[in-house]
Each structure stands twice: as C-alpha cells, then as structure tokens.
C-alpha cells in the first residue's frame, strides 16, 4: 500500500524495533550452533582416578557479565559433574564395605579356631596319638617329643598372631579410607548446595533481564499502534473511495439478478414444454430399469441362497474346527502340567543327587582320614611289636649261656611270632574295610 505523497509505507514488521534480548545463537550465527567444549582444566576430566577432593578444586564460578543462559548452562554441567563425582564415591565406599567383608568373616575363623582349638586342613600339622609331629621311623624320648610338640605350637601360633594383625591392619585401613570417602562427599555435597544457591542467583538475573526485554517489547508495541492509527487517519480519502466502488459493485450485481428474473418468467413456457418431455422420457427409461432390476433380483437371490448354504457349511465347519481347538488346547495345558512337573521333579533329583554326592564326598574324606590314623595306629603298633620282639630275641640270646631249656626258649619265640603275625592281620582287616566303605561311598 501506497500513501498520498507515493512513498511506499512502513510495514508493521519493519516498524517493530529489535529487541535486547540474549539469544541463544546470534542472528548471523543461525544454522550454525556451536557447542561449548569441557574445560581442560577441570579437575574432574579423569573420573576414573580415585584422590582427595579438596575445596581448591572446584572449578571458579562464571562471571556475572556474561549471558544469564551460559552461565546457567555452566553451572548445571558442573553439578551434573560433582553429582557423577558423588555418586563414585559412593561406590568406592559400597566396594570398600564388599571387600572388607571377607577379610572380617577370616579374622572371627581364626578367632573362633584359636579360642575353642580347632586346627583346619593345611593350618597345622596333625598329631598323632603319641605326640609325635607325622611319621617317625624311630622311637624319640618324651622329653623331645614335649619340645618339638611345644616349638611347632609356638611356631603355629606366632603365625597365627601375625596373620591376625595383618588382618587387623587391612580393617583399620579400610575404616580410614571408608572415612575418608566419607568426608569427601560431604564436602561435596556441600558444594552441590552452594552451587545450587548459585544457580539460583543467576536463575534471578535472568528473570530480571527477561522482565526488561519484555517491558521493551510492550513500548515497541505501543509505538507501532500510534503509528498504525496516523497512517490510517493520513489514508482516510482512499478509504472512502473505495467505499464507493464497493456500492457501485453491490448495485450492479442486483440489477443484474432482477434481469434474470424478467428473463426466466418470459421463457416459462417453453421450459414447461421440455420439462413434460423430459419427464416422459425419465418415466419410459424407469419401466425399462424396473424390468431389468427384477431379473438381476432373483439372480442376486438364487447367488444369496448359495452364499448363505456356504455360510452355513461354513460356520459349522468353523465351530468343528474350534472345537478341536479346545481339545488341543486342553491336551496342550495338560502335557505342560505334566512338563513343568517332570522338570520340577528333574530339579528335585539334581538336589538331592548333588546333596548324596556332596554326602559321600564328605563321608569319603572322613573314612580316608579314619583309614590313614587306623593305618598309622596299626604301624605304631607293628613297630612296637617288632621292637619287643628284638628285645626279646636280644634276651634270648643273653639268656642262652644260663639255665633256660630250649623248650621255653621255642615257646616264647613263637609267641611273639604269633603276636606279630595277629597284627599284621588286623593291620590288613583294617585297610580291607576301609577300602570297602570307600568303594562302597564311590
């Protein structure tokens, strides 16, 4: 639109003054968005690496010169960043109380061994019921048996005290090191909440800029509708002259419709004639309709009936079919009854054949254990025997320069011969049953 003087006017577009609010993107810049790369410098680039978090590394707060929304931006990724620190020490502190616990679980053993003497397999030498430490191919004195039995205690027990003041030491150092964690992340959890007091403050800036470009906005508005009313009020004769044409318009149409009214009336009749006509026609063209519509009726009816036997064979043959569905389905939830029963009963036998196993595997190690001190029991009985026996033998041959007759002398020998020779048996019997129980357990 053009005004009187024909200089072409300001639209409302133009006449809108730009608006001092931040962008996210400059104007010249849209299109081209650039993301805010993480600082170097922070001290959390390297989550992996577990240190003390100390006040000095938290990262500088933004200055507030810039724009409200990077500093916002800013300050949300840097407590997203101490929230990832949080919760890793979090974990440090789950992992240190996971690993902890086995360590406590072998220091009460080793109290509870110690306090009601138990001694485990691999934790001291067994002793057997003579005192001696193993097997020993000669007889030791008491005295020497009472202080190797005495040395290996103390040995046993020196071990024991040092494996229990390591244990002690990894405990304390894991209470440490748990404090520690734990102070670090309440240090920074302090953090997270002066930063969210932070967020906060910019939060306000922010509202109070956008509260200025709004109060802009509403004088720019103002300043365009004075504006708007001068122009019109300047172009106030074009608007009456287009007014005007706009009744001549109006008026010339409605003298038009009344001359085709005239018009109509005087044809009146001749559209009468044609229309008689054209009613004839319609009424013949309809008879001949009718006729063909009845014959293609009782075709459509004959095809219905066909249809509807079909439907018929078919809706029974569906209810056949679902039927049959039903029984399958039936037979169906039975065999997985049954299915699930077998397998929960195969689930049964698994536990009880791995509890059978787990009680022969134990039974076996009893009887090998009950075989070895029946073994060693009978061999410290063959040795004694057998010394007895060369002690006798000795005697014998002392005695053979005194007054014994050589019937005595024979007597006595195969006396001992016999003994050694019952020991020998049970020895034997002893090894035969233990050999049965452990293939009888297999």
């Known amino acids: 639109m ?3 003087g024909g200089t072409q006017l300001p639209s409302a577009a133009r006449a809108v003054a730009p608006l001092d609010v931040p962008h996210r993107n400059p104007p010249s810049q849209k299109g081209n968005v ?3 790369l993480p600082r170097t410098s922070t001290p959390y680039t390297d989550l992996s690496v577990s240190r003390p978090f100390t006040p000095g590394d938290l990262p500088a707060l933004p ?3 810039g724009s409200p929304y990077d500093e916002d931006r800013k300050l949300r990724r840097e407590v997203i960043t101490l929230r990832k620190r949080i919760k890793e020490l979090e974990q440090q502190v789950t992992d240190l109380n996971t690993s902890r616990k086995p360590i406590d679980v072998a220091v009460r053993q080793r109290q509870i061994d110690s306090a009601y003497g138990v001694v485990r397999p691999g934790a001291m030498p067994h002793l057997d019921g003579s005192g001696a430490v193993g097997e020993t191919n000669e007889c030791t004195p008491p005295n020497e048996l009472d202080l190797k039995l005495e040395q290996v205690q103390r040995e046993w027990q020196a071990k024991l005290r040092e ?3 390591q244990y002690e030491r990894r405990v ?3 209470d440490r090191e748990k404090e520690t964690t734990l102070s670090q992340l309440r240090v920074m959890k302090t953090q997270v909440g002066a930063l969210s007091g932070s967020l906060e403050e910019s939060s306000a800036r922010f509202s109070k800029k956008e509260r200025e470009a709004r109060e802009k906005e509403r004088q720019a508005r103002v300043d365009l509708l004075h504006r708007q009313a001068g122009r019109r009020i300047r172009n106030q004769g074009i608007m009456f002259g287009f007014n005007a044409w706009a009744e001549y318009c109006y008026a010339r149409a409605y003298a038009l419709g009344k001359l085709r009214e005239c018009a109509n009336r005087l044809r009146k009749g001749t559209a009468e004639a044609f229309y008689g006509w054209l009613r004839v026609l319609e009424n013949e063209a309809i008879k001949k309709l009718m006729g063909d519509k009845v014959l293609e009726k009782r075709s459509v009816q004959a095809q219905l009936e066909h249809w509807k036997r079909e439907a018929a064979q078919t809706e029974h043959e569906r209810k056949l079919l679902h039927d049959r569905v039903k029984e399958l389905s039936s037979s169906l939830d039975e065999a997985e009854s049954q299915l699930r029963e077998q397998a929960h009963v195969l689930s049964e ?3 009880h054949k791995a509890r ?5 595997r134990n039974k076996l190690e009893l009887l090998q254990v009950a075989h070895e001190d029946d073994t060693k029991g009978l061999s410290e009985r063959v040795r004694e025997l057998t010394a007895t026996l060369t002690a006798k033998e000795h005697e014998y041959a002392t005695l053979l320069g005194k007054s014994t007759s050589p019937e005595q002398l024979i007597a006595e020998n195969k006396r001992c011969l016999e003994q050694a020779a019952l020991a020998d048996e049970r020895r034997l019997e002893a090894e035969a049953e233990a ?5 009888d357990c297999v």
Do not use: I, R
């Open 163 to 165: 494996l229990t003041d």
């Open 172 to 174: 304390a150092d894991g």
């Open 349 to 351: 036998l698994d536990t």
């Open 63 to 65: 200055a507030a010169s």
């Open 2 to 4: 053009h005004d009187g």
């Open 356 to 360: 059978q196993e787990k009680y022969f």
């Open 435 to 439: 050999a049965k129980q452990v293939a």
């Open 34 to 36: 650039q993301l805010m």
